[in-house]
């Protein structure tokens, strides 16, 4: 399947991280970052396991803190940023394959 491999791909990029998948049966819930440890949820679609990968890769790079408290004004920030992030991040890696998946 190709978007498994453009997973893989990005998984590839980072051997410092490492990638899981989890069934969490909540809609909102897309991924998080511990650490160095990547959780996806498995139960949205594959394509948004490869957004949620690139912005939880996006907080392993670039933020500081504990970002769970979303009552955090810095948190809100970071969140934002992730999500912009992973969209340029998409292009960047894969192209324009996916020009047609707009990130909010
Ligand atoms: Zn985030």
């Known amino acids: 399947m190709i978007l498994l491999t453009d997973l893989e791909k990005i998984e590839d990029m980072y051997p410092e991280l490492s990638f899981w ?3 969490v049966n909540h809609p909102a819930y897309h991924g998080s970052i511990f650490g160095k440890e990547v959780y996806i949820n498995t139960l949205q679609d594959s394509l948004d396991w490869l957004v949620t990968a690139l912005h939880e890769i996006s907080h392993y790079e670039n933020d500081y803190g504990h970002f769970n408290n979303l009552r955090l004004r810095g948190t809100l920030e ?5 999500v912009r ?3 340029v991040r998409m292009k960047a890696i894969l192209g324009k394959k996916y020009d047609f998946y ?3």
């Open 21 to 23: 998948g989890i069934e």
């Open 78 to 82: 970071a969140e934002g940023w992730a």
């Open 85 to 87: 992030e992973s969209k």
């Open 102 to 104: 707009k990130v909010n």
